[in-house]
């Protein structure tokens, strides 16, 4: 019990002291909501100080709401051209509505037009590849850094050499 007293009797005189040590610094430094006392300084005759400039006039604020109603007027003006403007067709093979009618007398029949298609072939290799590449960003944004990501990393680095061997012969 006389521990708990003594402990007690310890951490008020601490608390004491560190109320005196605020003090004595908030003297020293004076208040920040308080004006200035100035006990030490005599007093003299004092010219008239000049007076302070007036703070400069700022202009009012707008409101929120004009800002908001400028942005509804751009939106409206904004769609409003999206109407007007002309559209493209989509890239549909229907020629515009605007193109003449073939004529009808023909001296000679136009050749069928050509169609060339060209079809895209990929390595095996570098499938794997992007393959490999998904499932180990898969990994990387699960943050599972684990030893499935380094044996992922490295099938990956093996099949991009293999991808870029097949793509360069």
């Known amino acids: 019990m006389a521990t708990d007293r003594d402990e007690q009797q310890r951490q008020q005189r601490e608390l004491e002291e560190i109320r005196r040590s605020f003090?004595?610094?908030?003297?020293?430094?004076?208040?920040l909501f308080e004006?200035?006392?100035?006990?030490?300084e005599p007093e003299r005759p004092s010219r008239p100080r000049p007076a302070a400039p007036a703070p400069p006039v700022a202009a009012p604020a707008r409101p929120r709401w004009i800002?908001?109603?400028?942005?509804a007027l751009l939106f409206l003006a904004g769609t409003a051209f999206g109407w007007i403007l002309p559209k493209d067709n989509g890239g549909s093979d229907t020629p515009p509505a605007t193109q003449a009618p073939p004529t009808t007398v023909q001296a000679k029949p136009s050749p069928p037009s050509t169609v060339i298609k060209t079809v895209k072939s990929v390595p095996e290799e570098c499938v794997d590849t992007a393959e490999l590449a998904d499932e180990v960003i898969a990994?990387?944004?699960?943050?599972?850094?684990?030893?499935?990501?380094?044996?992922?990393?490295?099938?990956?680095?093996?099949?991009?050499?293999?991808?870029?061997r097949e793509a360069s012969s």
Not at 35 to 40: G, K, R
Not at 67 to 71: P, R
Not at 159 to 164: E, I, V, Y
Request: charge should be negative; proline fraction near 2%; hydrophobic fraction near 40%.
């Open 23 to 31: 003090a004595e610094m908030g003297a020293r430094m004076g208040s």
């Open 35 to 40: 004006p200035v006392e100035l006990d030490e």
């Open 67 to 71: 800002w908001a109603g400028a942005l």
């Open 139 to 164: 990994r990387l944004n699960r943050n599972q850094r684990d030893n499935a990501l380094a044996l992922d990393l490295r099938d990956y680095s093996v099949a991009s050499q293999a991808c870029r």
